[in-house]
C-alpha cells in the first residue's frame, strides 16, 4: 500500500483513485459500481458511441446506458467526478492506495475463496467473478413501485413503532393495532402485504391471523368465512408466498379449533406426515379461508416442527426440524414439494447419527465450526440433525443452511452447508471473514440477490438478545465486517481526537446493526423495488419476554458501507471541533515565540491564532459546500442508474411479454392452417363421396324404368293373348304379374 496527497493534481489522482476504485466496486452497490464504469469509461475513452442494444446482455446494456447519460461531459469533469464519488465511497482512500501487485494478489484471493465455494456461478460471467447486476431475486417481493410507507423511512437506521433512532423515521404503526405478542410464528411477504400466522406465547399456541399494509403500514385482522374450517392453533410452521398463493408448512398443532371430526381439516396433530395447507385470501385482505393441500409421491417428509422451508424456482425445500413423532427426533433430511403439481420428492434421505462423533457441546467460544465434515473421501458431508437454522435459496438449484440448534450433546452451530438440489449432494462451507457466533431461532433475508442479512437467534453462551447481526456477501464467499454496533459507534464517536475528519467516525458505524427488540423467534421479511430499494421487516421473538414489536430496516444505497451519522449529529461533532480547535491552536505558537524570545510573550500571538482559525474554517465551509454539490450531482446521476435501470427492466419485461405473445400467435397461426387444411381435405372427400353417390342414384332411376317399361310391354303381350277369354267375363281382371306384384290372391 502507498499513499498520495490530497493535493496531487490531476491526472496522476484520477489514476491512484481508480486503482482504490476496484477495491471499493468489490462491496458497492450496484449503482456505484454502475457510475464508477461510466465515469471512468469517459474519462478514458470520451462520449459513448451510439450503437445498437439489440442482442446486448444484461450487464452490457446497463454499462452502455449509464455511459450514454454522461453524454458529452468533458474529460477532466469526468475524472473529477470519479475522484468525489470515491472520496463519498471511501473517504480518505488516499492514504492507503494499493499497487497493481496488491489488486494482483487480493485478486487471486477472490478466485481462490470463489473456487472453493459450493456456490455455482449465476449469470453472464466469467468462472470466478459473478455478475454485479442482479438479476431477478427470488426470495423477496420485487414490486414496481416502492411502497409509501417504507420509502419514508430514513435508510441505515432501524425505525421501531412510536421511537426516533439517529434522526430516521418512525414506523407509524400505533402498538395498539398491531398483533398480539408471539414468536416462532409464520410471516411472508405477498404484494404489498405482509402476513403473520399463528405463533407462540409462552405455553400457548395461537390460531389468528393478520395483515400488514406496507403502502399505509396499517394492521388488520384476518377472519375465518362463515361455514370455514377455523385454523388451529400452531406454531413452528412457515409461512411462504408462490404465485401470489400463501401457502402454510409443517409445524406443531395444538387443540381447540376442529372440534367436528367430518371437518377436512381436523386432527392435523394426528398426521403422520408434514402439513400443507393454501391460503384463499379475499381481494379487500379482510378474511383467509385454509384448505389442506392435496399432496401426492411415493413418500412425504414426516410430520414437523422447527424445519427451514424456501422457496427455490418452483419448488419449496424443506431440509431439517423436530420431528413430532414420540421420540421427538431431530431431522437432517432434505424434501422438495412442486408447487404446482403438489408432488413431494425426497432430494436426500440424511443420516440418523453425526459423522464426526465429537459429540462436543459448542457454546460459541472461538467461533468453533460444530459442522458435521468428514474427514475420509468415502464418507458423504452432511450437516447434523438441527431445527431453528435459517436457510436461502442460490439461482434455481442450490439450497444454502446456517446455524440452527442439534441435540442437547450438540449445542447451537456456526456452519454453512450448500445442497446441490439436481445432484443431492452436500458442500461444507466457510467464508472468509469473521465468523459470527453459534445461533438458533434466528431469521435471515437475502437482498439484492446478494447479501444475506442475519438476524437475532440465541445460544447458550449469550444472553437472549445481544447476539450481532450479521450479512454474508454471496458472490464473494465472505463474511462482511459491518462495524461497531450502535452504542460501540456511539462510544467510538465520543472518544474521537479533535484534529480527526467527520469520516472518521462514520467509518466506525455499524451498517446493519442489531436492532433494539432482538430475540429468538422473530420472523424477518425482505420487500425490494425494480429500482435497488431494500427494506427488512422484523416482527415479534423472545428475549426474555413475548414481544410485539414492528421494526423495519432500509438499506442504504452503498450497502454494506456504513451510513453516515445523523445531521444532528454531524453538526454537534463539527461545533466539538471548531471549539477544541479555537482553544488549542494557539498554544503552539506560544511555545515558538517563547523559545524564540527567550521566554517573553508577545501580543501579535493571539492574532494569529485567530487568523489560522478564521482561515481553517474557511477552507472547512468551501471544502463543505463542494461536498454538499457533488454529493448532489452524485444523487442526481444515482437517480438516472436507477430510472436507467427501472427502464431497462420494463423494456425487458415488455420484450419477454412480446416473445411470448408472438409465439403464441404463431402457434395458433399453424394450429389454424393445420385446422383449415385438415378441413379442406375432409370437404373434398365428402364432395366426392356425394358426386359418387348422386351417379349411384342416376342409375338406379335408370334402372327403375327400365324395369317399369318391361313390366308394362309383358302386361301388354299378356292380354293379347288371353284377350278372348276376358271378353266373356265381364268382371274386369288385373294383369297375373301385376297381381303377382301386388301380392293378390
Same mark, same amino acid.
Given at each position: 500500500?502507498?499513499?498520495?496527497?490530497?493535493?496531487?493534481?490531476?491526472?496522476?489522482?484520477?489514476?491512484?483513485?481508480?486503482?482504490?476504485?476496484?477495491?471499493?466496486?468489490?462491496?458497492?452497490?450496484?449503482?456505484?459500481?454502475?457510475?464508477?464504469?461510466?465515469?471512468?469509461?469517459?474519462?478514458?475513452?470520451?462520449?459513448?458511441?451510439?450503437?445498437?442494444?439489440?442482442?446486448?446482455?444484461?450487464?452490457?446494456?446497463?454499462?452502455?446506458?449509464?455511459?450514454?447519460?454522461?453524454?458529452? /461531459?468533458?474529460?477532466?469533469?469526468?475524472?473529477?467526478?470519479?475522484?468525489?464519488?470515491?472520496?463519498?465511497?471511501?473517504?480518505?482512500?488516499?492514504?492507503?492506495?494499493?499497487?497493481?501487485?496488491?489488486? =494482483?494478489?487480493?485478486?487471486?484471493?477472490?478466485?481462490?475463496?470463489?473456487?472453493?465455494?459450493?456456490?455455482?456461478?449465476?449469470?453472464?460471467?466469467?468462472?470466478?467473478?459473478?455478475?454485479?447486476? =442482479?438479476?431477478?431475486?427470488?426470495?423477496?417481493?420485487?414490486?414496481?413501485?416502492?411502497?409509501?410507507?417504507?420509502?419514508?423511512?430514513?435508510?441505515?437506521?432501524?425505525?421501531?413503532?412510536?421511537?426516533?433512532?439517529?434522526?430516521?423515521?418512525?414506523?407509524?404503526?400505533?402498538?395498539?393495532?398491531?398483533?398480539?405478542?408471539?414468536? $416462532?410464528?409464520?410471516?411472508?411477504?405477498?404484494?404489498?402485504? /405482509?402476513?403473520?400466522?399463528?405463533?407462540?406465547?409462552?405455553?400457548?399456541?395461537?390460531?389468528?391471523?393478520?395483515?400488514?399494509?406496507?403502502?399505509?403500514?396499517?394492521?388488520?385482522?384476518?377472519?375465518?368465512?362463515?361455514?370455514?374450517?377455523?385454523?388451529?392453533?400452531?406454531?413452528?410452521?412457515?409461512?411462504?408466498?408462490?404465485?401470489?398463493?400463501?401457502?402454510?408448512?409443517?409445524?406443531?398443532?395444538?387443540?381447540?379449533?376442529?372440534?367436528?371430526?367430518?371437518?377436512?381439516?381436523?386432527?392435523?396433530?394426528?398426521?403422520?406426515?408434514?402439513?400443507?395447507?393454501?391460503?384463499?385470501?379475499?381481494?379487500?385482505?379482510?378474511?383467509?379461508?385454509?384448505?389442506?393441500?392435496?399432496?401426492?409421491?411415493?413418500? *412425504?417428509?414426516?410430520?414437523?416442527?422447527?424445519?427451514?422451508?424456501?422457496?427455490?424456482?418452483?419448488?419449496?425445500?424443506?431440509?431439517?426440524?423436530?420431528?413430532?413423532?414420540?421420540?421427538?427426533?431431530?431431522?437432517?433430511?432434505?424434501?422438495?414439494?412442486?408447487?404446482?403439481?403438489?408432488?413431494?420428492?425426497?432430494?436426500?434421505?440424511?443420516?440418523?447419527?453425526?459423522?464426526?462423533?465429537?459429540?462436543?457441546?459448542?457454546?460459541?467460544?472461538?467461533?468453533?465450526?460444530?459442522?458435521?465434515?468428514?474427514?475420509? $473421501?468415502?464418507?458423504?458431508?452432511?450437516?447434523?440433525?438441527?431445527?431453528?437454522?435459517?436457510?436461502?435459496?442460490?439461482?434455481?438449484?442450490?439450497?444454502?443452511?446456517?446455524?440452527?440448534?442439534?441435540?442437547?450433546?450438540?449445542?447451537?452451530?456456526?456452519?454453512?452447508?450448500?445442497?446441490?438440489?439436481?445432484?443431492?449432494?452436500?458442500?461444507?462451507?466457510?467464508?472468509?471473514?469473521?465468523?459470527?457466533?453459534?445461533?438458533?431461532?434466528?431469521?435471515?433475508?437475502?437482498?439484492?440477490?446478494?447479501?444475506?442479512?442475519?438476524?437475532?437467534?440465541?445460544?447458550?453462551?449469550?444472553?437472549?438478545?445481544?447476539?450481532?447481526?450479521?450479512?454474508?456477501?454471496?458472490?464473494?464467499?465472505?463474511?462482511?465486517?459491518?462495524?461497531?454496533?450502535?452504542?460501540?459507534?456511539?462510544?467510538?464517536?465520543?472518544?474521537?481526537?479533535? %484534529?480527526?475528519?467527520?469520516?472518521?467516525?462514520?467509518?466506525?458505524?455499524?451498517?446493519?446493526?442489531?436492532?433494539?427488540?432482538?430475540?429468538?423467534? /422473530?420472523?424477518?421479511?425482505?420487500?425490494?423495488?425494480?429500482?435497488?430499494?431494500?427494506?427488512?421487516?422484523?416482527?415479534?421473538?423472545?428475549?426474555? =419476554?413475548?414481544?410485539?414489536?414492528?421494526?423495519?430496516?432500509?438499506?442504504?444505497?452503498?450497502?454494506?458501507?456504513?451510513?453516515?451519522?445523523?445531521?444532528?449529529?454531524?453538526?454537534?461533532?463539527?461545533?466539538?471541533?471548531?471549539?477544541?480547535?479555537?482553544?488549542?491552536?494557539?498554544?503552539?505558537?506560544?511555545?515558538?515565540?517563547?523559545?524564540?524570545?527567550?521566554?517573553?510573550?508577545?501580543?501579535?500571538?493571539?492574532?494569529?491564532?485567530?487568523?489560522?482559525?478564521?482561515?481553517?474554517?474557511?477552507?472547512?465551509?468551501?471544502?463543505?459546500?463542494?461536498?454538499?454539490?457533488?454529493?448532489?450531482?452524485?444523487?442526481?446521476?444515482?437517480?438516472?442508474?436507477?430510472?436507467?435501470?427501472?427502464?431497462?427492466?420494463?423494456? *425487458?419485461?415488455?420484450?419477454?411479454?412480446?416473445? &411470448?405473445?408472438?409465439?403464441?400467435?404463431?402457434?395458433?397461426?399453424?394450429?389454424?392452417?393445420?385446422?383449415?387444411?385438415?378441413?379442406?381435405?375432409?370437404?373434398?372427400?365428402?364432395?366426392?363421396?356425394?358426386?359418387?353417390?348422386?351417379?349411384?342414384?342416376?342409375?338406379?332411376?335408370?334402372?327403375?324404368?327400365?324395369?317399369?317399361?318391361?313390366?308394362?310391354?309383358?302386361?301388354?303381350?299378356? &292380354? %293379347?293373348?288371353?284377350?278372348?277369354?276376358?271378353?266373356?267375363?265381364?268382371?274386369?281382371?288385373?294383369?297375373?304379374?301385376?297381381?303377382?306384384?301386388?301380392?293378390?290372391?
Amino acid at each position: 500500500m502507498a499513499s498520495i496527497s490530497p493535493a496531487t493534481p490531476y491526472p496522476d489522482k484520477y489514476h491512484a483513485a481508480t486503482r482504490a476504485g476496484r477495491v471499493v466496486e468489490r462491496t458497492a452497490s450496484d449503482e456505484t459500481k454502475l457510475l464508477l464504469y461510466a465515469l471512468r469509461s469517459q474519462a478514458t475513452s470520451g462520449p459513448c458511441v451510439i450503437q445498437s442494444k439489440w442482442g446486448m446482455e444484461n450487464e452490457a446494456r446497463a454499462k452502455y446506458e449509464t455511459w450514454c447519460n454522461l453524454g458529452k /461531459m468533458e474529460t477532466f469533469e469526468a475524472m473529477r467526478l470519479y475522484v468525489k464519488l470515491i472520496d463519498e465511497e471511501r473517504p480518505e482512500w488516499w492514504k492507503s492506495v494499493p499497487s497493481e501487485a496488491d489488486l =494482483a494478489r487480493e485478486d487471486a484471493e477472490v478466485e481462490a475463496r470463489s473456487a472453493r465455494s459450493p456456490l455455482k456461478p449465476r449469470g453472464n460471467k466469467s468462472s470466478h467473478h459473478r455478475s454485479w447486476l =442482479a438479476p431477478p431475486s427470488r426470495l423477496g417481493s420485487i414490486l414496481s413501485e416502492y411502497p409509501a410507507g417504507l420509502a419514508a423511512l430514513a435508510p441505515g437506521r432501524w425505525a421501531t413503532p412510536g421511537h426516533r433512532h439517529g434522526g430516521g423515521t418512525a414506523v407509524s404503526v400505533a402498538v395498539s393495532e398491531s398483533p398480539p405478542a408471539r414468536y $416462532q410464528h409464520g410471516a411472508c411477504v405477498a404484494g404489498t402485504k /405482509m402476513f403473520i400466522v399463528g405463533g407462540s406465547r409462552g405455553s400457548r399456541f395461537l390460531a389468528d391471523a393478520h395483515v400488514l399494509d406496507l403502502k399505509t403500514l396499517e394492521w388488520s385482522a384476518l377472519h375465518t368465512p362463515s361455514g370455514a374450517d377455523p385454523l388451529p392453533a400452531c406454531a413452528g410452521h412457515r409461512l411462504l408466498s408462490h404465485e401470489g398463493e400463501i401457502y402454510l408448512v409443517g409445524g406443531a398443532f395444538g387443540g381447540g379449533g376442529w372440534l367436528e371430526p367430518k371437518r377436512s381439516l381436523s386432527d392435523l396433530r394426528d398426521r403422520e406426515s408434514v402439513v400443507v395447507l393454501r391460503a384463499d385470501v379475499d381481494a379487500n385482505a379482510r378474511t383467509i379461508e385454509w384448505k389442506l393441500a392435496p399432496c401426492t409421491g411415493p413418500d *412425504a417428509p414426516s410430520a414437523r416442527r422447527g424445519m427451514s422451508v424456501t422457496r427455490v424456482g418452483d419448488e419449496f425445500v424443506l431440509f431439517g426440524g423436530e420431528d413430532r413423532g414420540r421420540d421427538r427426533s431431530y431431522k437432517n433430511d432434505a424434501w422438495a414439494l412442486h408447487v404446482k403439481t403438489l408432488r413431494w420428492r425426497c432430494v436426500h434421505a440424511g443420516s440418523s447419527r453425526p459423522r464426526d462423533g465429537s459429540g462436543k457441546k459448542n457454546k460459541g467460544g472461538d467461533n468453533a465450526y460444530s459442522a458435521d465434515v468428514t474427514t475420509t $473421501q468415502s464418507e458423504e458431508v452432511v450437516p447434523r440433525a438441527r431445527c431453528e437454522h435459517v436457510a436461502c435459496a442460490w439461482g434455481d438449484d442450490q439450497l444454502i443452511v446456517h446455524g440452527g440448534a442439534g441435540a442437547s450433546s450438540a449445542g447451537c452451530f456456526d456452519d454453512v452447508f450448500v445442497l446441490d438440489l439436481a445432484t443431492s449432494k452436500w458442500a461444507a462451507w466457510r467464508p472468509a471473514g469473521p465468523t459470527p457466533a453459534p445461533r438458533a431461532g434466528h431469521a435471515a433475508v437475502v437482498i439484492r440477490d446478494r447479501y444475506w442479512c442475519v438476524i437475532g437467534g440465541g445460544n447458550d453462551a449469550t444472553s437472549v438478545g445481544e447476539l450481532r447481526s450479521a450479512a454474508l456477501d454471496l458472490r464473494e464467499s465472505r463474511w462482511v465486517d459491518l462495524g461497531a454496533d450502535a452504542d460501540a459507534a456511539d462510544e467510538s464517536d465520543a472518544a474521537t481526537s479533535d %484534529d480527526a475528519d467527520e469520516s472518521d467516525s462514520s467509518s466506525s458505524r455499524c451498517a446493519f446493526p442489531t436492532p433494539a427488540v432482538c430475540g429468538e423467534g /422473530m420472523s424477518a421479511c425482505v420487500v425490494e423495488s425494480a429500482s435497488g430499494d431494500a427494506a427488512l421487516i422484523a416482527f415479534g421473538g423472545y428475549d426474555g =419476554a413475548t414481544r410485539r414489536d414492528v421494526q423495519a430496516f432500509r438499506f442504504p444505497d452503498a450497502f454494506p458501507a456504513a451510513p453516515p451519522p445523523s445531521p444532528a449529529k454531524k453538526k454537534e461533532k463539527k461545533e466539538k471541533k471548531a471549539a477544541g480547535t479555537a482553544g488549542t491552536s494557539s498554544a503552539p505558537l506560544e511555545r515558538a515565540t517563547s523559545l524564540d524570545a527567550g521566554g517573553a510573550k508577545t501580543q501579535s500571538d493571539s492574532s494569529t491564532s485567530a487568523s489560522t482559525s478564521a482561515s481553517t474554517s474557511s477552507a472547512t465551509d468551501a471544502l463543505a459546500s463542494d461536498n454538499l454539490r457533488l454529493r448532489g450531482e452524485n444523487a442526481r446521476l444515482r437517480d438516472d442508474a436507477r430510472r436507467v435501470l427501472a427502464q431497462h427492466t420494463a423494456l *425487458a419485461n415488455a420484450l419477454e411479454q412480446t416473445e &411470448r405473445d408472438r409465439a403464441r400467435a404463431v402457434a395458433d397461426r399453424d394450429a389454424t392452417a393445420k385446422s383449415l387444411a385438415a378441413s379442406r381435405t375432409a370437404a373434398a372427400a365428402a364432395t366426392a363421396a356425394l358426386d359418387e353417390a348422386r351417379g349411384e342414384i342416376a342409375a338406379a332411376a335408370g334402372e327403375r324404368d327400365a324395369l317399369r317399361a318391361r313390366v308394362e310391354a309383358l302386361e301388354r303381350r299378356v &292380354r %293379347d293373348l288371353g284377350g278372348e277369354e276376358e271378353e266373356e267375363d265381364k268382371t274386369p281382371k288385373k294383369g297375373w304379374f301385376a297381381s303377382l306384384l301386388l301380392g293378390d290372391d
